[in-house]
């Protein structure tokens, strides 16, 4: 059950990426981050109180901590897919954060097999190959596959210690963490989002994406939450990052984004490593 959660996951989170990606081609990428934390919220609150749940002051303290890291990921990735290629940067996002939170539940004792160990090597060499990959015509591009990189390793660090400080928390908690995963980082795009002189309020050409990525990627955190409680950190987590999959799936087929052999070989042995993991 908590694999078929995760996987669920995935999809949420694929979709919502992508149109999160779309908003910020329009709009600042912290506007939009900002827009759809407040809008999940409201559903992170609606489903919460609905669920028993009584979280202790470390408990709120870990999802406020890993809220801040997300979000941070969440504006790099949106950035990311507004200036670059979702078929590049949304892999090293989801394979990056993998190899972190696998690492964890290792370091933590957990045991998912020496299949799930030879996917994670596999996972770094797709790393390399998805990073590195370039199609013809693309060897003056290089500024811009840095940029890339860039974006995706760093969303990537910032999902790797976001699920890692969720995975923390009691299971008495309820789904009070995920709350103060956003109320948090809420605070804190309402104090420097001025200060940066960039807007508060997200364009209402935008706001339906905004509102359709905020909706998915509260309702990926629910699931995986759940996901958590029932299995492993290191079986969940590569379930739920296959995310790029459906991201990449939605660039191909509504922007015709093409991916390049070398690139789609990568994104295969991406993909692979993650299911290694998995089994």
């Not at 950035?79 to 290629?85: K, Q």
């Not at 596959?145 to 008495?172: C, D, K, M, P």
């Not at 963490?177 to 050409?205: E, M």
């Amino acid at each position: 059950m908590a694999l078929v959660l995760g996987c669920l996951a995935a999809l949420c989170w694929g979709a919502g990426d992508f149109a999160g990606g779309l908003a910020s081609r329009r709009t600042a990428a912290l506007t939009v981050v900002l827009a759809t934390e407040s809008i999940g919220l409201v559903l992170l609150l609606a489903v919460a109180l609905l669920v028993s749940g009584a979280p202790t002051a470390s408990d709120l303290g870990y999802g406020a901590g890993a809220g801040i890291l997300g979000v941070a990921g969440l504006a790099l990735l949106f950035r990311g897919l507004a200036t670059g290629r979702a078929s590049v940067v949304a892999p090293l996002s989801a394979v990056g954060a993998a190899v972190i939170q696998v690492g964890w539940g290792l370091l933590r004792g957990e045991e998912p097999g020496p299949t799930a160990l030879v996917g994670i090597v596999l996972a770094l060499v797709a790393i390399g190959i998805v990073a590195g990959a370039a199609e013809e015509g693309e060897a003056m591009h290089r500024g811009r596959r840095a940029q890339e990189l860039g974006y995706g390793l760093g969303a990537a660090l910032g999902f790797g210690v976001y699920l890692v400080l969720i995975s923390e928390t009691g299971e008495g908690a309820g789904l009070w963490p995920l709350v103060s995963a956003r109320v948090a980082p809420i605070l804190l795009l309402l104090a420097v989002l001025p200060l940066l002189r960039q807007r508060l309020l997200t364009p209402r050409s935008v706001l339906p994406l905004a509102a359709g990525s905020g909706l998915a990627d509260a309702g990926a955190n629910i699931l995986l939450l759940i996901a958590l409680r029932e299995g492993l950190l290191s079986l969940v987590s590569p379930v739920a990052n296959l995310y790029p999959a459906v991201t990449v799936l939605l660039a191909r087929g509504v922007q015709h984004e093409r991916l390049g052999r070398p690139r789609a070989i990568g994104l295969g042995i991406a993909l692979a490593s993650l299911v290694l993991i998995a089994l």
